[in-house]
């Protein structure tokens, strides 16, 4: 009985640890990326103009998505970021807007959600997170999205958002 709880106990620790890692996502032209805590990225695809970026990063297996997009409109605050991308996200018509939840820390102002709709015939409903701040005249909007939603949705798409990380 000690050897099965013992199995189950190093199963649990490698399934923690493989679900995390380090994700870096580089900002062209700028010397700095950011670093998230996310499942292993097993799709990818970026597209860089000047100092601009549309990423996109998704886990097949954990069923997260990751996007991030850079502005050098809106860059005097992490406010003036928020508004910018906050106001053209809130016109999603598959946004449920009865499930919004923003708040901030030092780093960004932040805003939660669920999304439910049909995409390619098919319904679904997903767990959202964003996290917009601004760091060296460039505003990021960071997306991230757990398919599909249940219980452990909110919690994998918060750890993702405060995990974080400014990396030069």
């Known amino acids: 009985m000690k050897i099965i709880k013992y199995i189950s106990a190093i199963l649990l620790l490698v399934s923690n640890q493989a679900f ?3 994700t870096y996502i580089t900002i062209p032209g700028e010397g700095w990326s950011l670093s998230l805590d996310t499942p292993p990225m097993t799709a990818t695809k970026s597209q860089a ?5 549309r990423y996109t990063g998704s886990s097949i297996t954990t069923g997260v998505t990751l996007s991030v997009n850079t502005e050098i409109e ?9 508004d910018f991308y906050w106001g053209k996200a809130q016109k999603n018509p598959m946004l449920m807007k009865e499930t919004i939840n923003t708040f901030k820390n030092s780093k960004a102002i932040y805003a939660t959600h669920y999304s439910e709709g049909e995409y390619r015939g098919q319904p679904f409903k997903t767990a959202n997170g964003h996290a917009f701040f601004v760091n060296n005249g460039v505003c ?8 599909p939603r249940e219980k452990k949705s909110d919690k994998i798409v918060k750890d993702i958002l405060m995990s974080l990380k400014i990396t030069k």
């Not at 809106?74 to 928020?82: D, I, N, V």
């Open 49 to 53: 103009e000047g100092r601009l970026l």
């Open 140 to 147: 990021i909007d960071l997306h991230v999205s757990h398919w």
């Open 20 to 22: 995390s890692e380090s």
């Open 74 to 82: 809106a860059t005097g605050s992490h406010k003036e970021c928020f």
